[in-house]
T-cell receptor, first 111, second 113 residues
Framework: AQSVTQPDIHITVSEGASLELRCNYS??????LFWYVQSPGQGLQLLLK??????LVQGIKGFEAEFKRSQSSFNLRKPSVHWSDAAEYFC?????????FGPGTSLSVIP | DVKVTQSSRYLVKRTGEKVFLECVQD?????MFWYRQDPGLGLRLIYF???????EKGDIPEGYSVSREKKERFSLILESASTNQTSMYLC????????????FGPGTRLTVT
């Protein structure tokens, strides 16, 4: 069955430091891949998506993600984290006609 | 901007009550979805609808039903609420041609006591 794993339940970084959130998926073909962000008390907002083509995709708020087929990964990165980036981040993959979400990674930012 | 609204941000109900969660989208999206969000489990699909009066079961439909009488509105119904249905409920919508690109409402945190 298709699945999405996010190995880090919680990550803490200092403001201004770089960030990488990990995502691995299990899927028979090349899926569509997504990263969503959920700020406290809010719904999910789409950060970026990968359908095909260039494996490095740019998203909103300065985020980017790289699709690596050989590693079945789609890690999210940001070169310099801002305090407002503190949130829950979800990786997601399509599975036939549904979207499968990972368990989420909670990001805390230290001033 | 796409706007998905949910009728309540917080709701407290008693065991056995019938509960209605309402969701409205203003972008003429064909598809609408109800998810349940629990810590460590991510989002799990309860039901979705790809057209008025149409519905499909998701991964965890037990104990829930849905109604879609108008294109912009999708209701989640808990026929007899139980404590294990205490959770955050998220509604989402999307265009049929880009069904994977979903737009989410702010969520309803339901507590069943």
């Amino acid at each position: 069955a298709q699945s999405v794993t996010q190995p880090d339940i919680h990550i803490t970084v200092s403001e201004g430091a770089s960030l990488e959130l990990r995502c691995n998926y299990s899927y028979g073909a090349t899926p569509y891949l997504f990263w969503y962000v959920q700020s406290p008390g809010q719904g999910l907002q789409l950060l970026l998506k990968y359908f095909s083509g260039d494996t490095l995709v740019q998203g909103i708020k300065g985020f980017e993600a790289e699709f690596k087929r050989s590693q079945s990964s789609f890690n999210l990165r940001k070169p310099s984290v801002h305090w407002s980036d503190a949130a829950e981040y979800f990786c997601a993959v399509t599975s036939y006609d549904k979207v499968i979400f990972g368990p989420g990674t909670s990001l805390s930012v230290i001033p | 901007d796409v706007k998905v609204t949910q009728s309540s941000r917080y709701l407290v109900k008693r065991t056995g009550e019938k509960v209605f969660l309402e969701c409205v989208q203003d972008m003429d999206h064909e598809n609408m979805f109800w998810y349940r969000q629990d810590p460590g489990l991510g989002l799990r699909l309860i039901y979705f609808s790809y057209d008025v009066k149409m519905k499909e079961k998701g991964d965890i439909p037990e104990g829930y039903s849905v109604s879609r009488e108008k294109k912009e509105r999708f209701s989640l119904i808990l026929e007899s609420a139980s404590t294990n249905q205490t959770s955050m409920y998220l509604c989402a919508s999307s265009f049929a041609r880009v069904r994977y690109e979903q737009y989410f409402g702010p969520g309803t945190r339901l507590t069943v006591t």
